[in-house]
């Protein structure tokens, strides 16, 4: 059964500063995605990471993926406060069934 | 529209009671999913179609829980003799076949309360 489990859990940052999400699954999976959550809303999908070693760049997020360690990270650069919201991972098991990460809850302080 | 509808938007219901969610994914998307988001926490896979395939249900919590996809386009979950621990936001999500490289598109969510 996969497992996927983000860290840390909350982060409360200033403005300016750069910073790491981790995501960790447990068995191989061929994708991994990103996604973002503002408050009451839905999921906006933000990365689809495919092979080992992909990093796709948005804006101030960056994503990639180490298939062999079984892990994506989602780095900040010179964080905004538009940045604040709940961050979450996705792992693919089986034929495109995503489980999730438990969510990474960002507010950046100006 | 061109995204996801879910409906109704939020729903009150008393415990005991029948309650049935409806989804309507973009056109022309084969698969859908039902993921269910307690406050605060992350995503509960549900139940998955994908084009006339049989469903994967194996993220149903109960044999109370079942859902049904008519023509290949809109889903309804539906909930019988609902619990307090049923209340969450059900969340609808669509996407085109897996070999095309797509993330799912969620809806906004059903919000139910059971009291």
Known sequence: ?110 | GAGVSQSPSNKVTEKGKDVELRCDPISGHTALYWYRQSLGQGLEFLIYFQGNSAPDKSGLPSDRFSAERTGGSVSTLTIQRTQQEDSAVYLCASSLHRQELSPLHFGNGTRLTVT
């Open chain 1, 1 to 110: 059964e996969l497992k996927v489990e983000q860290n840390p859990l909350f982060l409360s940052m200033q403005e300016g500063k750069n910073y790491t999400i981790y995501c960790n699954y447990s068995t191989t999976s061929d994708r991994l995605y990103w996604y973002r959550q503002d408050p009451g809303k839905s999921l906006e999908s933000l990365f689809v990471l495919l092979s080992n070693g992909a990093v796709k760049q948005e804006g101030r997020l960056m994503a990639s993926l180490d298939t062999k360690a079984r892990l994506s990270t989602l780095h900040i650069t010179a964080a905004v406060h538009d940045l604040s919201a709940t961050y979450f991972c996705a792992a693919e098991e089986g034929a495109q069934k995503l489980v999730f990460g438990q969510g990474t809850r960002l507010t950046i302080n100006p």
